[in-house]
């Protein structure tokens, strides 16, 4: 039988106020658990969530600090967010030994929750511990939906960690990683392959050597211009004075037709004088011809007075067909190129100076100039791809007839080669003196030796190879 005594010293409503001070602490936990997962699920950047859990985790589970790692597949994380600190500085002596730390646990296969100490650490690492952390840490990893690890948070204090702290921080994990990679795991496709980063830069280096064994043909751009095939060089006949022109730039002309006239008033005064000379030696040779009937003697000077009229009358003749020459016609049916009326008009020119051309304005080829540093080897019948400046965006095909094999000063004051290329369409002809630019098509090479060409000819010109 029960001892009245005793049983009256049992109070029957303490352990229902026991069981409900019980209920409200786990019911007050429970709430602080949904508070924390919602918060971290509705930060908006790596920095606000790295801030959330390492230092609002304080208010379910007490530890001295605590700190945010970020792992990616290559094996090199970085430290994130260090509890009581604003920013986590890379090159800080703590930040550098932890990611050491870091380093060589990821390398394991799996990374589980669990307690971690100096022991658990390789002898270069153990060292240092007791300098940064307290005894007893604890490593809570974090896992993105499909199970990779994403990150890891990592608690320190002095305390051991007891089973209801790590079932807690187990069910925190699971939402802490599902917010994480939310955030951090899923930013671009590069960021969700599985590839690490020396095997994406053994594939960069294999696609590197590849396209530069990739085949290629040589090409190079010169300045063009579209000039007349057959033109007919019009050239000063006489030494003097353009007194005008009869034809305007680009006029067509045709055979025969006056393009301008030379000033005559000199041939006319020089015409005028010899005329005088010879009437003057005409009229000399007469009277001493009359005295030779008379007198013998006289007979021996008339050989000479007849060469000096012959003479005067060369020089007659001579004037009377420069007087013809003063005006210069058309050689043939065209047009006439010169670049303006003005630059002419009242210049001397020399005998034989070229004035114009006249062309026929549907016989054209194209003249470029090709400088010598860029220069390549061409072919005659090589193709080439003119892009006018008036119509960058269509090209004209030609072929390659003629390649000069000296080079010369081109009008840019620069050495040059001249190629003359001819159109492969004669219908739809450029107008002459249209410029552009010409591209030019050579042999086939590898992709390497077209990118190298230039910097080796001037490694090779820099050394003197």
Not at 171 to 195: N, P, V
Not at 284 to 312: C, I, N, P, T
Not at 421 to 426: H, I, P, T
Request: proline share 5%; net charge negative; aromatic share 8%.
């Amino acid at each position: 039988m029960l001892n009245p005594e005793n049983s009256s010293t049992i109070n029957p409503a303490a352990k229902p106020r026991a069981d409900v001070a019980g209920s409200d602490r786990s019911l007050r936990l429970l709430a602080q658990v949904l508070e924390l997962e919602k918060r971290v699920r509705h930060c908006e950047s790596e920095t606000e969530i790295g801030f959330t859990l390492c230092n609002e985790t304080h208010n379910l589970v007490r530890y001295r600090q605590s700190l945010l790692w970020k792992h990616n597949t290559a094996g090199q994380g970085k430290v994130i967010t260090v509890s009581g600190l604003v920013t986590a500085e890379k090159n800080a002596p703590f930040i550098v030994w932890i990611s050491k730390v870091f380093r060589h646990l990821t390398l394991s296969d799996s990374i589980e929750l669990k307690p971690l100490g100096a022991p658990d650490l390789p002898e270069a690492l153990q060292q240092e511990w007791s300098d940064w952390l307290p005894e007893q840490g604890l490593l809570v990893p974090l896992h993105s939906p499909q199970g990779e690890l994403t990150g890891i948070l990592f608690l320190v204090r002095e305390a051991p960690w007891n089973d209801s702290e790590l079932t807690l921080l187990a069910s925190l994990a699971d939402a802490y990683g599902h917010a994480w990679f939310a955030l951090s795991g899923k930013k671009s496709l590069l960021s969700s392959l599985t590839i690490n980063r020396n095997k994406v830069t053994l594939l960069l280096v294999i696609l590197f050597v590849a396209l530069c064994f990739f085949p290629i043909r040589q090409s190079v751009i010169a300045p063009a211009e579209v000039i007349p095939r057959n033109p007919v060089i019009v050239r000063s006949a006489v030494d003097g004075v353009i007194k005008e022109f009869q034809v305007q730039p680009n006029q067509v002309v045709k055979k025969d037709q006056p393009l301008l006239v030379f000033d005559d008033a000199r041939i006319a005064n020089q015409l005028e004088i010899a005329i005088k000379a010879m009437q003057s030696a005409e009229a000399e040779y007469r009277q001493a011809a009359q005295q030779a009937v008379f007198d013998s003697s006289s007979k021996a000077g008339l050989s000479a007075l007849r060469g000096q009229v012959e003479q005067h009358a060369a020089e007659v003749g001579y004037y009377q067909g420069l007087l013809e020459r003063i005006v210069i016609r058309s050689p043939r049916d065209g047009i006439a190129i010169f670049d303006d009326v003005n630059d002419w008009v009242g210049r001397p020119v020399a005998l034989g100076e070229r004035i114009l051309l006249v062309a026929d304005p549907n016989d054209v080829e194209l003249e470029i100039q090709l400088p010598v540093a860029d220069a390549i080897a061409l072919e005659s019948g090589a193709d080439v791809q003119l892009f006018l400046n008036v119509s960058a965006h269509k090209s004209i095909p030609a072929e390659l007839r003629f390649l000069s094999y000296q080079a010369g000063m081109n009008p840019a004051g620069a050495f040059a080669y001249r190629l003359v290329a001819e159109y492969r369409n004669a219908e739809d002809l450029p107008r002459i003196g249209l410029k552009g630019s010409a591209k030019l098509y050579g042999e086939k090479t590898i992709l390497a030796v077209y990118l190298l060409r230039r910097p080796y000819f001037a490694v090779r010109q820099y050394l003197g190879l």
